[in-house]
């Protein structure tokens, strides 16, 4: 029997009256779950913190269940991995304070996105891993991500300005000049879906006409990487 039965079960039972909020809180609370391995020494702030950020993203009223775990040894990075079925998440969660909540809020803004239907988020639409083009997507989704943090007031995983460094590992075919430029515009820009990331992945400047102007007026062009490997050894 699912949560919801139970309650339904306990209510026939009940003779005194409960107010439909109250009781609709409890059902709330009872269908969505926040799970903690075993094994964190910050566990409390931990949950506290995911419980907190995914009430005020009204994340908690689409899933039923978050568990949090530890990432692996050999890649300690915050991760996220929504369910198929949108129903349940799974956070791997480096077990430390050090700015806890800017990363907490930046994961959960992941999931915000794609749970969000204006979103239009679809698997098929993210490049191929181990491209160019998929590191480019990633960054351009965590800019999009950070900057609306930043812009909100709100604490983010990086900063504007460790943001615009970044950006170099990306684009390291373009100038430093054209990269500035490139983003500022990404920084500034309104809402995104994910089909004007998808395609800013492989062509930034599918996305504003004046920046691919002024790459051409200085002889300069978008390079596709077919491996990271070649992104990251690429040297103008």
Known sequence: MNSLGCFNNIARNIKTRIPYGIWAKLIERRIYMIKIVDGFENSKQISKMIED???ELGISQK???IVIKHPPADSP???NYLSSDN???DLEIVDSLDNLEGRVRHELMHVADQLNEKFKYKDSLIPR???GAFRRYKYLWNVYIDSRLVKSGKPSYDTQEAREREIEECYPEL???LRKRCFAFLWG???LDFEQISAMSRDLFSAVKELKSLAQS???KQITFETIEELKSYRK
């Open 53 to 55: 950020v995914a009430g």
């Open 63 to 65: 899933l039923e269940e």
């Open 77 to 79: 990075l915050d991760m």
């Open 87 to 89: 129903k349940s998440l």
């Open 129 to 131: 891993k181990g491209t």
């Open 175 to 177: 100038s430093a000049a």
């Open 189 to 191: 820009m309104g809402l």
């Open 218 to 220: 200085h002889g300069e």
